[in-house]
């Protein structure tokens, strides 16, 4: 007996059903993209190792997936790392290529690669699959797709305020109340650890309390401890776990705490900048929240971080995120070139919106009226109603085969098609058809006008 066939952990097989609402997810986040000014590119799902590796920090690296070499991979192998057992010096050797991880990498080769073509500043947005080797669990997949925009070619932090607009919008249409919007700036992550003493251990400060929401303050503690920070600088930090308040109070606590901090208090005035706009046109839906911990554990971002966290009632890690990254096409050759972006969590996004069950009922709409097969003379009576319908914007099918009337009318029961239509001899020979209503049952003698006004 033949295996059952299986997909690997971590991906999904997508249904009509959920195909229609993750594609209605998209088209809303696509809309607020292009009323915004962004304007669409693609780049290949897998890009050069070299492109990906070391643009994520040491963690973000190990869940690169790598392509190996096509043909005999392990002729061109390093011998020496192969004999050794050495995966890290041996992956090089025998894997030149790698599935993006995310598209905001890929999107700054491309600036570079095509730097002569673009126009700066450069609005793009990129709505494609991403591949990380992460533990699979709920929200979190090793396939998922990103909604991603980004503005290259400016340092004005009206884009900051113009994506937390973005992000309103883009909720606002997607009927998701009480959204949060955490904003940081990584400033001020760099005063932290100025103002404590440990400038040199900055990325294992920010990769630590990136973890904040998942193994809570203690283990923050823990794992700075064991990376070299001393219980001294924990202690003069210790004030930013539990800063509560609004906007306006964090702020004023942050500019005592990095009162020595040049680069701190840098982030704090842009950080202020934002958040007086914001107050000037309120948001719609979300609402915009200071977190001081927010790190994203990303070695890239320079300026201000994003994360989007789902309502209160919902328990779902975050729903978006992104910062600026003012050296980011640097690292390609392209210096002085700032940009900032944000990204869409389509999958959790979906989650999000089937658990408070915010999908309308348009979103599933399939075919509206299906034309039972009687033979070959009715057939083609109906499926040139049926052209007609499709003319006039309807969905309509014809069943393709002359079966039993049970087994089609079944059809369109398990189809949810809510009108089916029979035509036999004396409805042919009327011109007329008859429409039944799969809901209430009601059924009537109709002409094919009468049918298209009806259905519209």
């Given at each position: 007996m033949a295996q059952k066939p299986s997909i690997p952990k971590g991906t999904r097989d997508f249904s009509p059903l959920e195909v229609s609402k993750r594609t209605y997810i998209i088209n809303t986040i696509k809309a607020q993209f292009e009323k915004f000014g962004f304007q669409p590119i693609e780049t290949p799902s897998f890009e050069n190792s070299d492109t990906l590796m070391g643009k994520y920090g040491e963690e973000g690296d190990r869940l690169i997936f790598k392509i190996l070499n096509s043909g005999d991979f392990l002729k061109k192998a390093d011998q020496q790392a192969y004999n050794k057992s050495d995966s890290l010096k041996l992956t090089p050797s025998i894997s030149e290529k790698a599935l993006r991880y995310d598209l905001t990498v890929p999107f700054a080769r491309y600036v570079v690669q095509h730097q002569s073509e673009v126009e700066f500043p450069f609005k793009r947005y990129q709505i494609q699959p991403v591949w990380r080797a992460d533990r699979p669990q709920k929200g979190r997949f090793r396939e998922f797709f990103q909604c991603d925009a980004d503005v290259v070619g400016s340092n004005s932090l009206w884009q900051e305020v113009e994506f937390i607009q973005l992000y309103d919008e883009v909720f606002t249409n997607l009927q998701m109340e009480g959204v949060s919007i955490k904003l940081n700036n990584r400033k001020v992550l760099s005063g932290f650890a100025e103002v404590i003493g440990e400038q040199d251990r900055l990325i294992d400060f920010t990769v630590a309390l990136d973890k904040l929401d998942k193994i809570g303050e203690d283990g923050v503690k823990k794992e700075?401890?064991?990376?070299?920070?001393?219980?001294?600088?924990?202690?003069?930090?210790?004030?930013?776990?539990?800063?509560?308040?609004?906007?306006?109070?964090?702020?004023?606590?942050?500019?005592?705490?990095?009162?020595?901090?040049?680069?701190?208090?840098?982030?704090?005035?842009?950080?202020?900048?934002?958040?007086?706009?914001?107050?000037?046109?309120?948001?719609?839906?979300?609402?915009?929240?200071?977190?001081?911990?927010?790190?994203?554990?990303?070695?890239?971002?320079?300026?201000?971080?994003?994360?989007?966290?789902?309502?209160?009632?919902?328990?779902?890690?975050?729903?978006?995120?992104?910062?600026?990254?003012?050296?980011?096409?640097?690292?390609?050759?392209?210096?002085?070139?700032?940009?900032?972006?944000?990204?869409?969590?389509?999958?959790?996004?979906?989650?999000?919106?089937?658990?408070?069950?915010?999908?309308?009922?348009?979103?599933?709409?399939?075919?509206?009226?299906?034309?039972?097969?009687?033979?070959?003379?009715?057939?083609?009576?109906?499926?040139?109603?049926?052209?007609?319908?499709?003319?006039?914007?309807?969905?309509?099918?014809?069943?393709?085969?002359?079966?039993?009337?049970?087994?089609?009318?079944?059809?369109?029961?398990?189809?949810?098609?809510?009108?089916?239509?029979?035509?036999?001899?004396?409805?042919?020979?009327?011109?007329?058809?008859g429409l039944k209503d799969m809901i209430s049952g009601d059924q009537e003698k109709i002409s094919?006008?009468?049918?298209?006004?009806?259905?519209?």
């Open positions: 700075m401890l064991e990376k070299g920070i001393s219980l001294e600088a924990l202690e003069n930090i210790q004030p930013i776990f539990g800063l509560k308040g609004n906007f306006g109070e964090k702020v004023e606590v942050l500019k005592q705490l990095l009162s020595k901090s040049e680069i701190g208090l840098k982030g704090v005035e842009e950080l202020e900048f934002i958040q007086n706009v914001i107050s000037e046109m309120p948001l719609k839906s979300a609402v915009l929240d200071l977190d001081v911990t927010l790190a994203r554990g990303l070695n890239y971002y320079t300026g201000a971080i994003f994360e989007v966290a789902p309502p209160s009632n919902v328990n779902m890690g975050s729903i978006g995120g992104g910062g600026r990254y003012d050296d980011l096409t640097g690292i390609f050759g392209l210096k002085d070139m700032s940009g900032v972006g944000i990204s869409f969590g389509l999958d959790r996004i979906y989650l999000v919106l089937e658990e408070l069950n915010l999908f309308p009922d348009t979103v599933t709409a399939n075919t509206k009226v299906l034309f039972i097969n009687f033979g070959e003379k009715e057939a083609l009576y109906g499926l040139k109603a049926v052209q007609k319908l499709r003319d006039s914007g309807i969905a309509a099918e014809l069943y393709p085969d002359a079966a039993k009337m049970k087994k089609q009318m079944n059809y369109a029961n398990r189809r949810e098609i809510p009108f089916v239509v029979l035509a036999g001899d004396k409805e042919m020979n009327n011109k007329v058809y094919l006008e009468a049918m298209i006004d009806k259905l519209t």
